[in-house]
């Protein structure tokens, strides 16, 4: 899930995002995640990707990124000891040199200070985000999600902190300056993963195995309730760019505009006036995007039926 997480968060901003990387030219597979540019040979952030990369990422000029995650279990040596192993033999096996990798563990339980001091660990200044350099070479981030700021760029991985008010105020940042809104994926992760953290689903022994299409489906299911609970005097004031993003939620199917355009228009016809005659649901049938669209604009000012598909202008 924070693999998912990242890579509708990232993605769109040109940031590849890789689950199971093959550290080795063949099997076995580890359980890392890899973050790097999809232009390759850049050494610098977009703005658009700075803005959306969590503290302890945004500052590594390097092309690569090597993540391990300890989300459900304390960081110990064995972790520091399998980092070492993924970045020597990823480094090979990706022929990268060694300003082209960073290896990182992000942690959602924060380590106590004596294991920190043992490894050598510093902070770097920056809240939550520790180096050490190891005799292998390179050099080892720590990023523990409960001490990152409270930060709209560090929201959406303190999702997975280990403290539930870390949990909520990361989601009340998310909610605050709207970054639900910043892709339809995006959106259907975060208020799937909101809905099982407060409804505490996943601390439920048969629920481990949870797949982030399950969650976006709750999301999904979310939205959808949303539409059908908001009173209609209010569904049908709200402003074009709200008004947009419930229909764009109301489907989910990134293919299927077209599909989704015209069960909106349909369901939006429903409310308003009732049963929706065979020649009006013909009409919606045949239509093309632009056309729905339109109708589905003209019914916020519409009195009757006739008028959302009226010629005139």
Known sequence: MVGETLKVLL?????EVRMEVPVVPAPPVADLILIQRKKMGERSWTK???LRLADGLRDLDAEQILVELKITESLNEDALMQLSIYDHLYLKAAQLKRHQLRSVIISSITSRKEFL?????????TAGVYESKPTWGGVVRLIFL??????????PMKCFASRLDEQKKAFATINHVGLFKLSEAFGQVIVGLWRMKMEN?????????????YVMQLGKEWFE???DATPEEKLF????????????????????????????LLRQLQRRFGTVPEWANEKIAKADLPSL????????DAQTLEAVFSDKV
């Not at 993605?11 to 940031?15: N, R, T």
């Not at 001091?117 to 200044?125: D, K, N, R, S, T």
């Not at 074009?240 to 909106?264: M, N, S, V, W």
């Open 11 to 15: 993605e769109p901003v040109g940031i």
């Open 48 to 50: 658009d990707q700075f």
């Open 117 to 125: 001091a043992h490894h050598l660990f510093m902070p770097i200044g």
């Open 146 to 155: 409960n001490e990152l700021a409270d930060t709209p760029q560090n929201a």
């Open 201 to 213: 689903i996943m601390e439920v022994p048969e629920m481990e195995e949870i797949t982030p299409e």
């Open 225 to 227: 309730s949303m539409l």
């Open 237 to 264: 004031s709200l402003p074009k760019f709200e008004h947009r993003l419930l229909q764009e939620h109301r489907d989910g199917e990134k293919d299927g505009e077209k599909k989704g355009e015209a069960k909106i």
């Open 293 to 300: 669209e339109e109708w589905s604009l003209r019914l916020l």
